[in-house]
Each structure stands twice: as structure tokens, then as C-alpha cells.
């Protein structure tokens, strides 16, 4: 298929093929002049270019908005694959394999959780641990782990932790049945055993938040959104079990490479032919580490709910809205043919035709979440058939940093970042000053910009805008 | 020159360089930057018995970051942060050596892991220097 332009109006930066001469397909970033400024000033599009030189990678490589600079790929990136002569790459996916987020919608509105939102944001706090040692993960046995990996969301909904519903508003149903638990290793099982229902670090959180502005009526009521209304949008991945998997398998592709005759600009890029028996081992594994993120999102959502449940009775009832990875290889069908797609930092955005959009949003698209950071606005958004031929369907995962952790606490110190959200009547529970510094707003773009580019470009439409009012950090 | 180690800017990931007199010295830093930051402070005093690791990589660059996996992976699965190190043995495909360190009340859970982009380990005036991404 031809790059898409005619409606673009200076949103899609292209990269010739023949900007490099190991490159195998065009790249493109879809940003406007102030975000093109900001990209262009880390290794993003060195990275982006160098995905390009994957073996089988097909019609371009792809940047989001909010695209910035990582490992391997950069992140915010998308590239497919062929799944008959092209590789997987383990780095494509990254360390936190599906990390992902979810929205939960309550009938509750700011008035009846005012009252008691310190009370409720330090309870979410106390009993959703950022780690092992405290709070209420579930522990499993080796028999446990195996049926998390092999079957997903469906083993939480045998527990009565998950609800048929909730699968049905889950990516994939929140289970891959490529899934392998034999080919997660000893280590990363180890690594995960306790962490099942834990935020983890960084910028994983659960924000309490409120519906501030509905942008598309329509879509909305599809959705069952109203303004006023309190929502919990949870971000977190696989835990030390999907870091695990991915440094075995970028340390095994390393080694197998030569084998396969690939040469890649980038060591962190390693890969295998998606049909050898490394690549299909690779995904095996992956697939296991989603299903644990799915049932890591689910188990954290069983614990909020228990949460409102005991703070607001009935009323305080969550529906999911929907779940969404964001570090993922899937086997999809593009251009008439199978392909893996990486995203990494990137999110399906998958329109009304799309038979994997769920049949209740079916009049409106897939639901897309992009998060700002803590104390910004993050966005419900639908996703649009035209994203398909524009990204292979997908929209970007956040507002993407700017701004190095180092500097960011350089900046502004944690003291103040809290002093500065509490201001604005944001509650704040995380331990560690420095974490809270190194995710300030000002260290990352500015989201409202970025959810423009994504509605001017077609990626997605706007939905709904939802405004913080309780953070919890890992 | 002296063994040390700072953190270089980079959009999303911590990025350490290492500088030391000789490969071992190197991956005792590396190991010492770890600790710092997975324990978010100066490391205390290594209490307990000594621990044995042996890694085994296909070249240096790999050595280095496989050396920081294991230590990762023994903080996150043990809450137990390796501060002293003792490296043995080193050469361009092994390293060994015994390690004390410190029991922590949650696991860690800051790095995720240390990555092969821009990996290098160079020699340079008096010694060797080297790079490496953690994943954080």
C-alpha cells in the first residue's frame, strides 16, 4: 500500500528510503512543528531509521506522536514484520511486555468522593503494593503461575476475580493462545511469582480521575461516558516476568543471529526469523508474559473495586471500559498479507470495521487511552478504520517524555512536584520524592498537543478528556 | 586512574559510564552503580555470607551486561542488593566472583533490565570505559 498523504496538511514526516543505505522501507513520524522540534532532538529518528533495516519489514516504520528515545526501537515506534520470511525482534517489544493500560467508569461524581479521596487514594495506595513485601498480590504456586501464563485472564475469571464482561472489554480477551508457559524460563518465573496484582515503578500508576470534558458526544454514549463521573485508569505490565523474558530472549537472539545470516545496526535489536524455531519460541514466551499483564491489570482492578466497594457500597461500582496493551508483537493481516507487528510504546487503534473491535463499541471503535502524566489531562479516544492504512492500526500509548530523569529531578525537586499537584488539588501517594520528580509534567510533552496530532492525522478520534484528582505512584 | 561511574542524560532510560583501571575493577563499579540505584541511596555496610556468581557471555560487551542481569535479578527475586563485590576472575568471555551484600524489605524494582543499545566497553588513557543502558 502507498504512504497516505493527500490528508496529512504537514502531520506526516517522511524518511526517504534512501536516507540510509541499509534501509529497507521509508519511515515516517506524525508530529506537528513543535513536536517535530522536540523528536528531532534525542536519537529517536536514528532509532526509527534503524528499524527499517529489519529483515522482512514491510511498507514503512512508524513513529507516534509522542515518539522518544529508548532502546532498540525507539518508543512510540511500530514496525511490521513478514511472518513468512521477516523476524521477530524481542527489543520491538521491550523489557515490559504488554505494559498496558485500563480505564475503570464509575457512576460516582466528584461530590460523593471529595469527602474521602485522601482516605481513598492512601487505601488504593496501602493495599495495590508497588513491589513484593507488602499489600494484597496474589502469590502462586508453580501450578498457578503455569495456568496465569498458558491461560490468561481466563484462569482470574475461574477465581472470581474477573468477570465474563471485563474479557470481553480486554485486548485478545486478556488471553493469547499462543501462549507457552515452557518456553518462560525458570528465572522469569521466579521473578513473577509474587508480583501478580503490583503497579511496579517508573511511570507505571492508578490515577483516580474525573470526565471533565466530553469531545464526541456520539462516541461517548457508546461508550457509556457522561461528564462528572469518576474514573480509575491503572498503567502497569508484566512485572519482573516479562523483564525477564525479554533479557533471555534478547541475549539468546544475540547469539543465534549470525546463524540466520542478519546483520542489524543495533546489538539491542537482535533477532530471529519469526518462523525459526528461536522466533516462534520467542513468541510463545511473549504471548505467556501478556497474559500475566492482562491478569496483573485484572487482579489490580478486583482489588480496586473491593476498595470502592468498601468505601462507597454499590455505588462505588467499576466497569471496565477497556483494556489496552502497549509493548506487544501481534500476528495481524495487513495489505493482504501476515504480518507481525511490533508496537513498542504504541497502542492498537482499531476502527468500527475491525472484527476484532468489540461488538458493543462496534458503532464507535476500538477505545484508545492515552495518559498525560500526573497532573495533565488523559484522553479516551476511538479508533478509526483509516488508521489501519496510516500505522497499521495504532495510536501512540502517552504523552511521551522530553526530559531525561536525571534532569527532570534536576529541575524540580520531589518535595515540590507534590507541593505543586496538591495545589491543584491532585492527592499524591508515593513513597520516593526522586520517583515523583523524575515524572513531573514538565518532563514530558505536552499531551493536549500530542491527542491533537492523533485526531488531525486520523489515528484516532477524541473521545473524552479526563482531568487527575488522586495519583498513586509505584 | 580511578574506578568510577556517573549517569548521562537520556530521554527515558538511565544511562551509566563507567571508567576503571581494568575489566574486573569495571564490573565492581558497574555492580556499585547498581546497588545505588536500586537502593535510592549510598550503600550501607554488606552484611552475611559471601555469594559465588559466574557469568559466561559470548564477548566483554555481553559479559558486562548479563554481570548487571544477575545482580537485577537477585535484588528483585531475593530482596538482596549486592554492594561489596570481590571479582576473581575476568577475561573477555568470564567473570567470577564472591559478593556480600544487603537484605531489603521490598524487592526492588527500578531497573528492569540492562540493555545492548549503544553497549560499548573501550579502553581508554589508563584503563577501560564503557556504557551501558538500564532499562528503568
Given amino acids: 500500500m502507498a504512504l497516505e498523504t493527500a490528508t496529512l496538511a504537514g502531520l506526516a514526516h517522511d524518511i526517504p528510503v534512501t536516507t540510509r543505505s541499509d534501509m529497507r522501507v521509508p519511515a515516517r513520524v506524525y508530529a506537528d512543528d513543535v513536536l517535530w522540534e522536540q523528536i528531532s532532538r534525542d536519537r529517536s529518528l536514528d532509532q526509527l531509521i534503524n528499524v527499517t533495516t529489519l529483515p522482512g519489514v514491510t511498507r514503512c516504520a512508524y513513529g507516534m506522536p509522542d515518539v522518544h528515545e529508548g532502546y532498540g526501537f525507539p518508543v512510540g515506534g511500530v514496525a511490521a514484520t513478514r511472518a513468512a520470511d521477516g523476524v521477530i525482534s524481542p527489543g520491538g517489544v521491550g523489557y515490559d511486555i504488554n505494559c498496558g493500560v485500563r480505564l475503570l467508569v464509575s457512576d460516582l461524581d466528584v461530590p460523593a468522593v471529595q469527602p474521602r479521596l485522601h482516605q481513598l487514594v492512601h487505601e488504593l495506595s496501602r493495599s495495590i503494593p508497588s513491589g513484593t513485601g507488602r499489600g494484597t498480590r496474589l502469590s502462586l504456586s508453580e501450578p498457578e503461575l503455569d495456568r496465569v501464563l498458558a491461560d490468561g485472564c481466563r484462569y482470574l475469571l475461574e477465581r472470581e476475580h474477573a468477570t465474563l464482561d471485563d474479557l470481553e472489554v480486554t485486548e485478545a480477551n486478556g488471553s493469547l493462545t499462543r501462549a507457552d508457559p515452557a518456553a518462560v524460563s525458570a528465572r522469569a518465573k521466579s521473578r513473577g511469582r509474587d508480583q501478580l496484582g503490583t503497579l511496579g515503578s517508573g511511570n507505571h500508576f492508578l490515577e483516580v480521575q474525573v470526565l471533565d470534558e466530553v469531545l464526541d458526544p456520539a462516541a461517548a454514549r457508546i461508550y457509556g461516558l457522561a461528564a462528572g463521573r469518576v474514573t480509575v485508569l491503572v498503567h502497569t505490565g508484566s512485572r519482573g516476568l516479562g523483564h525477564q523474558v525479554c533479557t533471555d530472549y534478547v541475549r539468546l537472539m544475540d547469539q543465534v543471529m549470525p546463524r540466520y545470516g542478519i546483520v542489524l545496526p543495533d546489538r539491542e535489536l537482535a533477532s530471529a526469523p519469526f518462523a525459526s524455531p528461536e522466533g516462534q519460541r520467542y513468541f510463545a514466551a511473549m504471548c505467556a508474559a501478556a497474559n500475566f499483564a492482562w491478569c496483573n491489570r485484572q487482579q489490580i482492578t478486583y482489588v480496586v473495586r473491593d476498595v470502592f466497594r468498601r468505601f462507597f457500597g454499590d455505588a462505588g461500582r467499576l466497569r471496565l471500559l477497556y483494556d489496552v496493551a502497549h509493548n506487544m508483537a501481534k500476528l495481524e493481516e495487513h495489505d493482504g498479507e501476515l504480518v507481525c507487528v511490533h508496537r513498542k510504546g504504541a497502542t492498537r487503534s482499531f476502527g468500527p470495521a475491525h472484527p476484532e473491535t468489540p461488538a458493543r463499541y462496534r458503532a464507535a471503535g476500538q477505545p484508545v487511552f492515552i495518559p498525560g502524566s500526573m497532573g495533565t489531562a488523559s484522553y479516551v479516544l476511538a479508533g478509526t478504520d483509516a488508521a489501519l492504512g496510516l500505522s497499521f492500526g495504532s495510536s501512540c500509548h502517552g504523552a511521551g517524555r522530553a526530559m531525561s530523569r536525571h534532569t527532570a529531578k534536576r529541575t524540580k525537586p520531589g518535595h515540590e512536584v507534590r507541593r505543586e499537584l496538591e495545589a491543584q488539588g491532585i492527592v499524591v501517594a508515593c513513597p520516593s520524592s526522586g520517583e515523583l520528580a523524575e515524572e513531573a509534567p514538565f518532563a514530558y510533552k505536552d499531551v493536549d498537543r500530542v491527542v491533537d496530532v492523533v485526531h488531525r492525522a486520523g489515528l484516532a478520534r477524541k473521545v473524552a478528556r479526563l482531568r487527575p484528582i488522586g495519583v498513586v505512584k509505584g | ?136
Fill in chain 2, 1 to 136: 586512574m580511578r574506578a568510577s561511574f556517573e549517569l548521562l542524560d537520556h530521554t527515558a532510560e538511565v544511562k551509566l559510564r563507567i571508567r576503571a583501571p581494568s575489566f574486573a575493577e569495571l564490573a565492581t563499579e558497574a555492580g556499585r552503580a547498581v546497588a545505588r540505584l536500586e537502593l535510592g541511596r549510598a550503600a550501607p555496610a554488606a552484611e552475611g555470607a559471601y555469594r559465588d556468581v559466574v557469568v559466561r557471555s559470548p564477548d566483554r560487551e555481553a559479559l558486562l551486561v548479563d554481570w548487571l542481569n544477575e545482580l537485577i535479578w537477585l535484588a528483585e527475586t531475593e530482596r538482596w542488593v549486592a554492594t561489596e563485590f570481590e571479582v576473581h576472575a575476568a577475561t573477555d568471555t568470564m567473570l567470577q566472583a564472591r559478593v556480600r551484600g544487603v537484605t531489603v524489605d521490598e524487592a526492588p524494582a527500578r531497573i528492569k533490565a540492562a540493555t545492548f543499545h549503544g553497549l560499548k566497553v573501550a579502553p581508554a588513557a589508563d584503563g577501560l570505559e564503557a556504557e551501558v543502558i538500564l532499562d528503568v
